[in-house]
């Protein structure tokens, strides 16, 4: 039978403890990290979320409370009440290991079971299993300190923004669905049967109306909600870091960002940033990198070879450029020799996955030039071709060759990536971020079969384009922004619209007739007609920021209970049928199971 507590209260936490407090009376509680007998004498070390501090127990000890000592096992959780003295044999690698308790009461609070996997550091156990048993997988020390971390980093965030004016200001959970991208998750209402809330994808039509509400400074810690297809590392819920502001410019929003961004990296790491950031056009950071969220810790920068190979015969190439694509290649310096044939195939079947049918290559190693297309090009074209990647021996040169100019650059983007992170040419010792600005206002959606917004479609055109809308929709620019961290995109934003005629344009474009976008966003659009401020605003994702800072692989690793890449959350068997009753009450009927 467990113990209580009675009589005793806790005055500190294990890994608190110091040297100067050799001679203090103390009561520490935790988990049981290991118990050693040797013996006449008994050491466990006792965890808590501050750390680890060695318990004794020896011959001077009460013959009770040794036997109790004598009794327990890993991660009994245990209260123990005694005088710090010095070690006899010092630990160096914990920073109590100079000091132990000798113990003269001993509680055992609550028994254990043999847990699944050790509680300890770098545990080499499959992930699945970690989520099934989170809550153990939590006491690791190392998974602690990314919560903890996660902690200082929204704390910072509340800060900064309280110091500059802005008033955290909480939005409805439950809401109407507005479909326009992701999927909502839908809340059948029981109330009012046949209809359903939505969980918010982001706070933003609430936000907006908050500026129009007169607040001019809101910020929120936004929890958001969006049923995506399986993707390996995203979450169906996550956390941004909201804010929103009136009377602004883009120059504005981003200054705050990037205040923001320097105050949280000096609280939390110490670390400097220098401001401003870089700004980057969005049509240059995807010519030049493949990318809009690129990573500049790195070179290998694409080049264009369209305009040299414009009057090649070699089909691959020739046929691309006929059909209005291009022909592209990066350049891996000096590695020629530590690429194999074998290496080179990976990267093909790598590409594929992004669209391309192929990649073409050179290798000039120091011993032997090989070349999968330079056969079939003439001796000025192969010239032309290592003149404009100045390819020189030891280099290998990658070439993607597409109709569509979106497949050659999201290739080539991600080729960059994978070949600097194989072969450890990024540099990882500081951050690396800037802004991509001047985004293209709509995208084209093959599935939808119309332009859709690239970012949403409350978002300001540039004033210079508003007069494309109705001509040249896909040449018009918005006033949007991205702030890019190590290759990530952390956090975007944009000023709003503000006026109801231009907002209808916008739907107009985006084929919505005016009954259709009156019956999803006329809530917003009628509030326009009193008096909606010029704001802007955007969001930083939490999860990711964190887990960039945090130097984490993976933004489960930040998050105390994540879902997986099927969406499920293992440990509870979230999500779960629902019984009978509480299908009624919100007179909801299932398709019945086939063989019943």
């Given at each position: 039978m467990s113990e209580t507590m009675k009589g005793m209260k806790r005055t500190c936490y294990c890994?608190?403890?110091?040297?100067?407090?050799?001679?203090?009376?103390?009561?520490?509680?935790?988990?049981?990290?290991?118990?050693?007998?040797?013996g006449g004498i008994i050491f466990i070390d006792l965890r808590d979320r501050a750390g680890v501090v060695q318990l004794a127990f020896d011959d001077s000890t009460d013959r009770q409370v040794f036997d109790k000592a004598f009794a327990v096992r890993a991660e009994y959780v245990l209260a123990a009440s005694g005088k710090v003295r010095e070690r006899s044999s010092k630990n160096a690698e914990i920073p109590t290991g100079n000091i132990?308790?000798?113990?003269?009461?001993?509680?055992v609070l609550a028994k254990s079971e043999t847990p699944p996997f050790a509680v300890e550091n770098d545990s080499n156990v499959k992930e699945d299993l970690r989520f099934k048993y989170?809550?153990?997988?939590?006491?690791r020390p190392d998974v602690q300190e990314k919560i903890i971390g996660r902690h200082k980093i929204v704390k910072a965030a509340h800060d900064y923004f309280d110091d500059n004016g802005f008033l955290e200001?909480?939005?409805?959970?439950?809401?109407?669905?507005?479909?326009?991208?992701?999927?909502?998750?839908?809340?059948?209402?029981?109330?009012?049967?046949?209809?359903?809330?939505?969980?918010?994808?982001?706070?933003?039509?609430?936000?907006?109306?908050?500026?129009?509400?007169?607040?001019?400074?809101?910020?929120?810690?936004?929890?958001?909600?969006?049923?995506?297809?399986?993707?390996?590392?995203?979450?169906?819920?996550f956390t941004q870091i909201d804010f929103e502001m009136s009377f602004v410019t883009p120059d504005d929003v981003m200054s705050t960002a990037e205040g923001f961004i320097r105050y949280v990296y000096k609280e939390v790491l110490g670390t400097d940033i220098s401001l401003p950031l870089m700004r980057m056009p969005w049509l240059e950071a995807r010519r030049r990198f493949g990318s809009d969220k690129p990573d500049l810790r790195f070179g290998m920068e694409i080049t264009d070879l369209s305009a040299v190979l414009k009057g090649t015969s070699f089909r691959a190439f020739s046929g691309a450029l006929a059909a209005g694509g291009s022909v592209r290649a990066v350049k891996l310096s000096g590695m020629a020799d530590k690429m194999s044939r074998k290496s080179i195939d990976k990267l093909a079947a790598f590409v594929k996955d992004y669209g391309a049918k192929g990649l073409a290559w050179t290798k000039l190693a120091p011993d032997a030039e090989t070349s999968s297309y330079e056969k079939f090009l003439s001796e000025e074209e192969t010239l032309a071709v290592r003149r404009k990647t100045e390819a020189k021996t030891g280099d290998v040169l990658f070439i993607v060759a597409d109709?569509?100019?979106?497949?050659?650059?999201?290739?080539?983007?991600?080729?960059?990536?994978?070949?600097?992170?194989?072969?450890?040419?990024?540099?990882?010792?500081?951050?690396?971020?800037?802004?991509?600005?001047?985004?293209?206002?709509?995208?084209?959606?093959?599935?939808?079969?119309?332009?859709?917004?690239?970012?949403?479609?409350?978002?300001?055109?540039?004033?210079?384009?508003?007069?494309?809308?109705?001509?040249?929709?896909?040449?018009?620019?918005?006033?949007a922004y991205d702030m890019v961290l190590n290759g990530n995109e952390v956090g975007g934003g944009s000023i709003r619209i503000n006026d109801c005629e231009l907002q209808q344009r916008i739907f107009k474009a985006l084929g919505f007739s005016e009954e259709d976008a009156h019956a999803r966003f006329g809530?917003?659009?009628?509030?326009?007609?009193?008096?909606?401020?010029?704001?802007?605003?955007?969001?930083?994702?939490?999860?990711?920021?964190?887990?960039?800072?945090?130097?984490?692989?993976?933004?489960?690793?930040?998050?105390?209970?994540?879902?997986?890449?099927?969406?499920?959350?293992?440990?509870?068997?979230?999500?779960?049928?629902?019984?009978?009753?509480?299908?009624?009450?919100?007179?909801?009927?299932?398709?019945?199971?086939?063989?019943?």
């Open positions: 890994g608190d403890l110091k040297d100067s407090d050799i001679g203090r009376d103390v009561t520490v509680c935790g988990w049981v990290q290991r118990q050693r007998d040797l132990e308790i000798e113990v003269r009461d001993l509680r989170r809550y153990i997988d939590l006491r200001i909480e939005t409805p959970y439950l809401i109407k669905s507005t479909p326009e991208g992701a999927r909502d998750y839908v809340v059948p209402s029981r109330v009012f049967p046949g209809k359903f809330f939505a969980l918010p994808q982001s706070p933003q039509l609430y936000k907006q109306l908050l500026m129009l509400s007169g607040f001019d400074r809101y910020m929120q810690i936004a929890r958001c909600f969006r049923d995506e297809d399986l993707r390996a590392d995203r979450q169906p819920e109709e569509q100019d979106k497949v050659v650059l999201d290739s080539l983007g991600a080729l960059r990536c994978e070949l600097a992170e194989k072969f450890g040419l990024i540099d990882k010792s500081k951050p690396c971020l800037l802004w991509v600005t001047n985004f293209p206002m709509f995208e084209f959606s093959k599935e939808e079969n119309r332009l859709v917004a690239m970012h949403h479609p409350f978002t300001m055109p540039r004033e210079e384009d508003i007069d494309k809308l109705e001509s040249e929709p896909e040449k018009v620019l918005a006033l809530f917003l659009t009628d509030a326009f007609r009193f008096g909606a401020p010029p704001h802007g605003g955007m969001a930083f994702g939490l999860d990711r920021l964190v887990m960039l800072m945090l130097g984490c692989d993976s933004i489960r690793d930040v998050i105390a209970f994540p879902k997986v890449a099927s969406s499920a959350e293992l440990m509870s068997g979230a999500p779960a049928e629902i019984d009978k009753k509480q299908l009624d009450e919100l007179k909801l009927t299932l398709p019945q199971k086939s063989g019943l």
